[in-house]
């Protein structure tokens, strides 16, 4: 049986560090802040937005919320951008994506300060992300999966990773820090030619494609470490990841479950780069 | 024995487009011109100045010298960086690197309008390249090894391409490149475990290392093609690449050649991105 990578003890360890900025910054009279984008009501991201509001309260991080009507103008975006950005007091920006489809997103991204891009949606972030430099912030949930991996002491190191998804959001991302952790690392994606021979080979396997229980017993092996990125509704009506769960249980040596894995560790992230941000803004200013 | 991927013909054919846009150009009013910026007299930069040089002047590419001596100061380059940046009849910039160490290339390479950056040396360019967008360009030697797989016909939908090397100048911006063409791409390094192994597994290997002949038969197999990146002074006193030619040319089925492949197709894309540049500015202004 296949050891669970439980985020909830991945976030314990993160909240010890996240309380001591926090106090820090507190005792310089600053309160982190998140200030969240959203456009129109998508269950989505109300659902999310719950998550994280909820996540900012438990470690005295504030929430500040720019609420825009779905049928809203670019211009209308562009000038709560521009609010958010010059608001000091804001230290880190969630904007919820995809937008409708009406508006302009790449401009939107393009928009933001990337000082406070605390997600990996500005050039800044990207770049930062491919050159391994400190330039705004990593996709969160690309982070959690690195936060996962190093709270466990999975060491990289050498070793064979595959990361199954090509996002910008999680695939790519997590590809660099894998290089970055001098993993080997393949990227396979929806043109790749058997994927189970591939992913056998993996001593880390990251599955990030966004299909239920997609990945399953012939994509494993004894030794493995799965991450597991997805989270839909499968058919039976309960939550799963792109990796078939029991499969993974079964056969690999450990497995992040769905709910309770990636996703809950995403959150803190978030939290943290509020942190880091507003950390970043003091010291800078 | 292996097809030789001759440079010379991909020249060819990369040059009649360029020699196209720059009669348009040229009818327009507009001569698309590169600007040079060297700091010293290393040999290296030297020789490849001359290379450009001559190519640009072979497809009506015009070049304007910044020179600096190695000991200018940070200002010295920061200015001369802004005096380009602000001569809107330089549409694209090589500036040498590395720089002298008393300089701050981070800082210079920031300070380069993104526009004029046609060897991927900006946070624009570098996101471009990770993200698959039109921002900037991506770095030279990068492209060269798409447009060789291009010319020739190399599919690379679903194959498996390896890139040994993990460099920002070749072997992370390869890799993004081969993703975009569908490839399923692993990025090997030197602290991959069994490199020939994963070598032999590869349809398309891009070998990236920058030592001479490192890559030998073992990491060969029927059915590849080679890109060779590397140009280096072999023992006998002559240039080789990074692969064993030799091995290479009894065992796969294609290789690049080193001098007149990849080097050689280097330095037509670097024309090829002052006069895309060139077009660019010119639409938009």
Known sequence: MAKILKGTEVNAALGEKIKASVDTLKEQGIVPTLGIIRVGERPDDLSYEKGASKRCEKYGVAVKRYLLPADCTQEQLMH??????????????????????????????????????????????????FTSRKIG???????????????????????????????LVVGK??????????ATVTVCHSKTVDIPAIAREADILIVAIGRPKAVGGSCFREGQT???????????????????????ERIV?????????????????????????????????
């Open 80 to 129: 709560t951008i521009e609010e958010v950005n010059r608001d000091s007091s804001v230290h880190g920006v969630l904007m919820f994506r995809p937008l409708p489809k009406s508006l302009d997103e790449e401009a939107a991204c393009g928009a933001l300060d990337p000082e406070k891009d605390i997600d990996g949606i500005t050039i800044g972030s990207l770049a930062g992300v």
């Open 173 to 182: 991302p997590a590809a660099m820090m894998l290089l970055d952790r001098n």
């Open 253 to 285: 040596d450990a497995v992040t479950p769905v709910p309770g894995g990636v996703g809950s560790v995403t959150t803190t992230v978030l939290v943290q780069h509020v942190v880091e941000a507003a950390e970043r803004q003091t010291q800078k200013h």
């Open 137 to 167: 912030f990593p996709p969160c949930t690309a982070q959690a999966c690195m936060e996962i991996l190093d709270y466990y002491g999975v060491n990289c190191r050498g070793k064979k990773a595959v990361v199954i998804g090509r996002s």
């Open 226 to 248: 799965v991450i597991d990125v997805g989270i839909n509704v499968g058919e039976d009506g309960k939550l799963c990841g792109d990796a078939n769960f029991e499969d993974a």
